[in-house]
């Protein structure tokens, strides 16, 4: 029996292909001195450990200075993770999300401008990754990434890994469409239904796509090593469209992957050729 394998592996980048924590942080807190030029240079004691903890309520990059200005105004991590609202501090700081955005931005553009070498070394891809997608490249299977970030971004991270998609192939936050959007034109350009897989690893961002009947048939895949959290992960165990991926099996033989049996009876999932 052939091996049962993607046309179109779509992927997040933030938390499937890259940790970029050290990066998040330190961009983030750039951009909330720029926001609030009046507060210290350093950030205090253990900010940076309570941040990690609660990045998987993150769905964008501009939300990560609000993180830090909820944990500065003494908000908990439970409290946080369990009811992130990043409209009201919005609000209290005067600003509209493009604002917050542009900010984050600018702070990434001048790092880059001034040591591009150091800011990429504050991302690093989880092990086995670049080994896995590097011989996709050009092939049968094509991947994708799909992402909240800037496209111009993940390239250059991509890049410096040798691991050249090709503009068409990575969709980032330019794009300005909702990865659901992104995953029906994708799923339409595969040679047959359920050829599309996606991997994520926030489940809100795949119950987005659950939510999309013409997306019944894309294979639906939680990223267990990414930023998300032990009720995520039960919760995906739990649902007949999501598999619960570990890194060992995302680096390993597709057969291995096992789609979950709901996506498995709507979808034809396209054998290698």
């Not at 080994?131 to 996709?136: A, G, N, V």
């Not at 809100?204 to 992960?233: H, M, Q, S």
Request: glycine fraction near 8%; charge should be negative; include cysteine.
């Amino acid at each position: 029996m052939p091996e049962r394998v993607p046309a179109i592996l779509a992927l997040d980048f933030d938390g499937v292909l890259c940790d970029g924590m050290r990066e998040y942080f330190t961009a983030a807190w750039r951009a909330w001195r720029r926001l609030r030029p009046s507060i210290a240079l350093d950030p205090p004691s253990g900010l940076f450990e309570r941040f990690a903890r609660v990045r998987p309520v993150v769905e964008s990059g501009w939300e990560m200075p609000l993180v830090i200005m909820a944990l500065l105004a003494g908000a908990s991590e439970s409290e946080l993770l369990e009811r992130w609202r990043p409209a009201p501090l919005l609000a209290e700081l005067g600003l509209a999300r493009e604002a917050v955005a542009a900010a984050v931005d600018q702070v990434r553009d001048e790092w880059i401008a001034s040591d591009e070498a150091d800011w990429l070394d504050h991302h690093q891809f989880y092990p086995g990754i670049v080994e896995k997608i590097r011989p996709l490249v050009g092939g049968a299977i094509r991947p994708v990434v799909v992402t909240t970030k800037e496209g111009r971004f993940a390239r250059r991270i991509l890049g410096r890994h040798g691991l050249e998609l090709g503009d068409g192939n990575v969709y980032g936050k330019e794009t300005q469409r909702p990865k659901p959007t992104i995953l029906r034109e994708l799923a339409g350009a595969g040679p047959a239904p359920g050829a599309l897989w996606f991997v994520e690893d926030r489940l809100e961002a795949l119950a987005a796509v659950k939510r999309v009947p013409e997306l019944d048939g894309v294979a639906l895949f939680l990223a267990a090593w990414g930023y998300n959290t032990v009720p995520d992960r039960e919760a995906a165990r739990r649902d007949d469209r999501v598999t619960l991926l570990t890194l060992a099996q995302f680096v390993g033989d597709f057969s291995g992957w096992s789609p979950s049996d709901g996506a498995a009876d709507k979808a034809s999932i396209a054998p290698r050729r």
